[in-house]
Nanobody, 113 residues
Framework: QVQLVESGGGLVQPGGSLRLSCAAS????????MDWYRQVPGEPREWVAT???????NYAPSARGRFTISRDNAKNTVYLQMNSLKPNDTDVYYC???????WGQGTQVTVSS
């Protein structure tokens, strides 16, 4: 099992930016696909973005053009750069190892003036 620890959430004004980080434990990070999800308490988690082991990226329509997922295999870390944030981006954001039950604890993102 891979341990995943997110950081970088916080309070930001509409139109602002945040960069989320997710540090993974263990070895072989470079062979994993990694995802970001978001969730409002009481609702299903919603997929945001994926970066494959090849570096290929995919985004949900709500994230495309504003968010960028990237990875640094030397640091066992995946990132989510979020720009032009909107109030409805407010959620808890989770990182996830693709095709696994490995999730981080989540980091709160709040977009509000």
């Amino acid at each position: 099992q891979v341990q995943l620890v997110e950081s970088g959430g916080g309070l930001v004004q509409p139109g602002g930016s945040l960069r989320l980080s997710c540090a993974a434990s263990g070895s072989h990070f470079s062979i994993y696909g990694m995802d970001w999800y978001r969730q409002v308490p009481g609702e299903p988690r919603e997929w945001v973005a994926t970066i494959e082991r090849s570096g290929t990226t995919n985004y949900a329509p709500s994230a495309r053009g504003r968010f960028t997922i990237s990875r640094d295999n030397a640091k066992n870390t995946v990132y989510l750069q979020m720009n032009s944030l909107k109030p409805n981006d407010t959620d808890v954001y989770y990182c996830h190892k693709t095709d696994s039950n490995d999730w981080g604890q989540g980091t709160q993102v709040t977009v509000s003036s």
